[in-house]
């Protein structure tokens, strides 16, 4: 079992729509949780963290971490075609290493 | 004003064959990366360095060794080349060790091994 999981998708929404990206994973030292997101052929950037349980909104997008179930969420509301794009989650821990999910990849339609 | 800037962007070369990719960033970072994104979009840590420091070496071939001549640049050369090693390499740069988890990447070197 891969230390992060994440639905690879494709995933395609209509605009406006709300979108649920989700994650799982196993390592109990994570402590905390990254949403990095990455055009195509560039390179991820950071869209939102979070550090142990709880939620955290920034303009559309809320991420939620719930470490009982070790389940991660990334919500956008109003989708726009501008989002589409592949989201990554991520955990760490003090070792200081990322372990990403394999990505989900998201496309919002006009 | 580029911030992770990696050279060369795209690299095609034969089996057995010796290349660099060369990294550099211009944040003031201490702590430089190096991941490999495969054909499934799988990120994968390979080293990390704080300050010139080795503190991260995962489980990659010897083939593969990085070299930090200061703070601002991470290079990473790869001996004797094989068809696996085909790949998208991304360079990140961050603020500290504390400061791991926004991490700054790099446009990505594209690599492929014929």
């Known amino acids: 079992q891969k230390e992060v999981e994440q639905d690879p998708g494709p995933l395609s929404v209509p605009e406006g729509a709300i979108v649920s990206l989700n994650c799982t994973y196993s390592n109990s030292a994570f402590q905390y949780f990254m949403w990095y997101r990455q055009y195509s052929r560039k390179g991820p950037e950071l869209l939102m963290y979070?550090?142990?349980?709880g939620n955290k909104e920034d303009g559309r997008f809320t991420a939620q971490v719930d470490k009982s179930s070790k389940y991660i969420s990334l919500f956008i509301r109003d989708s726009q075609p501008s989002d589409s794009a592949t989201y990554l989650c991520a955990g760490g821990g003090s070792n200081y290493k990322l372990t990403f999910g394999k990505g989900t990849l998201l496309t919002v339609n006009p | 004003d580029t911030a992770v800037s990696q050279t060369p962007k795209y690299l095609v070369t034969q089996m057995g064959n010796d290349k660099s990719i060369k990294c550099e960033q211009n944040l003031g970072h201490d702590t430089m990366y190096w991941y490999k994104q495969d054909s499934k979009k799988f990120l994968k840590i390979m080293f990390s360095?704080?300050?010139?420091?080795?503190?991260i070496n995962e489980t990659v071939p010897n083939r593969f060794s990085p070299k930090s001549p200061d703070k601002a640049h991470l290079n990473l050369h790869i001996n004797s080349l094989e068809l696996g090693d085909s790949a998208v390499y991304f360079c990140?740069?961050?603020?500290?060790?504390?400061?791991?988890?926004?991490?700054?990447f790099g446009p990505g070197t594209r690599l492929t091994v014929l």
């Open positions: 979070t550090y142990s349980s």
């Open positions: 360095y704080n300050n010139k420091e080795l503190i």
């Open positions: 990140a740069s961050s603020h500290g060790l504390a400061g791991g988890f926004e991490q700054f």
